[in-house]
């Protein structure tokens, strides 16, 4: 059976969800409903019980309390303020809905400077102008009309879709921060009046979901990443993308607390993904390569193009995934180029990666991508991130790495200019690997999980103890390399089988000039990669593999498991089901 939807069919409502689904997104409400310190409630508690049309007294009562402290947060406070405005539905008391309008002529906040601040703040506005249209500009903070805030800001939202359909996003695949993303279309699908904007916005989070879908261990965002927290980039699974698994297609354990940005999604639409994507989801029963395209941040100074393309490589099956970007600075302060992640049972507080970079830090990074000052940079990005500038820190990219993936074989390259900040190799090692040896032949063997690991740092290197047991690996090195080798405990039940197989593979490498290596791969390949000369990525796709496929300046995705087909057509606005 083909059927189509087109531009105006999913304008009436969102699909009505599973009773599971339902279930846990009033989990999410009902958490938020009831905080434990008693007083005044704070935003999400308003929202929440709005929601559930819960004590209106109480909720009014709290939100003037709120608003008369003075709203603060810019964009963290529009996006819950105008959700409180739409879940009010008579609900709140004259003078309480009274205030929240006027806080948007009284207050002004900054529009911020990342793809996801600017997402929020439009969004925020678009559905502000159209709650309260045809006022003058002495009614807005931006001291402009509702109609001129709503075309400002719905030409910034229709800007930002096209170009995340045609070259991927900036802010790519971040286990965090996507829920700044999918907050946003939430909003829009719910409470958009415009059938287009609607139509656009429900397309979207099923884009932003299938860009999810197939790089998740039990709801775990596996890979190569734009940002990622430093603690969060261990305890992968204690991250925004958990509590999202969860509550789609209830993967993982819920987290202990339920995270602020799954929650006010599910105060808004509420979206449970399609059939199709829940066993893209969920289906590992064979392996996989997923490839992405995605695109730097705004590049302010020192290149030739606004935005450079990033090259993802992803190798999934049930026992681990390994994940890599090209390596270089894509994404400023909190990148994350490639890593191994394994499955374990109960993964909140593991550490079930493996990883290594160049720990870089330099104010031309900052400056390529920030508008700092020379004397102000580094200072003003370690007062909110504060391992930025440190040796030992584990989150960052680095202009002096070259990656190479082909399925479970990574192979990363170093080549660090004289007089760099930091000239030397940081590897993480987790306390929760198993079985690990550091073989003479060079070749360290280790178990995580299913996942037998073979890692072989090119030059010497030696051991620092980190918190909980963890170790960082230091080389010392400007000119080096790793090459890791993953595979199953179901191929190689014994840990001297897998090293056996190892040791009798081709590895030839040469680090005393420019880096480059020969490996002969478990998979039957001969991978030859050399840092001054990267693979022809020209005819990457924006999405390519086994469920998700996407050409380049398309603006069309193809999400399929299967016979159940998804077509997402954002120049038509259209979505073309088949099954």
Known sequence: MIRCLVALALAAGLQAGTPEFAERAKAIVEYNASPGANGPLGYSAIAARLKLHRTPEVCSDSLERLLDAGPSG????????????????EQLTSAARGKLRDAWRTYMPYRGDTENHWLMYYTSLYLAAQLWPDEEGDRWYTGKSSRENFEEARGWIEKWVKLTTTRGQGEYDSPHYMGVYLIPMSYLAAWAKDPAMKQRATMMLDYLIADYAPENVDGIYVGAQSRVYDAAVLDKASNVASDFGWLWFGLGKALPRFDA??????????????????????????????????????????????????????????????????GGVLQPIQQHSWDVTWRVTDALGKHNTLFTLNPHSSIHELQTFF??????????????????????????????????QDEDTVIALYD?????????????????????????SGWIFARGGEARIA????????????????????SPYARNGVVVQVATTGEYPEAGQFRKAILGLL???????????????????????????????????????????????????????????????FRALTVTDEQ
């Open 261 to 326: 940005y799954s929650s006010w999604y599910t105060y808004a639409s509420a979206y449970e993904p399609p059939e199709v994507l829940r066993r893209i989801a969920t289906d590992r029963s064979e392996p996989y390569t997923h490839y992405e395209r995605k695109r730097t941040r705004n590049r302010w100074r020192f290149e030739d193009e606004f935005h450079g393309p990033v090259y993802k490589t992803t190798y999934m099956r049930r026992e681990y995934a390994v994940s890599s970007d090209q």
């Open 507 to 569: 590895l030839q490498f040469d680090v005393e000039k420019s880096p480059e290596v020969t490996f002969r791969s478990l998979r039957g390949k001969t991978l030859h990669f050399a840092y001054n000369a990267p693979p022809d990525r020209s005819g990457w796709p924006l999405f390519g593999g086994k469920f998700v496929r996407a050409d380049v300046d398309g603006e069309r995705l193809t999400i399929q498991h299967g016979t159940l087909k998804r077509v997402l057509d």
């Open 416 to 440: 660090i200019a004289p007089g760099a900040r930091f000239g030397h190799v940081n590897g993480f090692f987790s306390k929760d690997l198993e079985e690990v040896v550091e073989d003479p």
């Open 371 to 404: 508008t700092f000052a020379r004397d102000t940079g580094i200072p003003v990005v370690v007062s909110s991130k504060k391992l930025y500038d440190s040796p030992e820190k584990l989150v960052g990219g680095s202009p002096y790495e070259r990656i190479f």
């Open 74 to 89: 810019d964009m963290f406070w529009m996006f819950p303020a105008i959700a409180i405005a739409y879940l009010d539905q």
């Open 455 to 474: 890692f072989r740092m090119l030059r010497p290197y030696s051991w620092a103890k980190m918190a909980e047991g963890d170790r960082r690996m230091f």
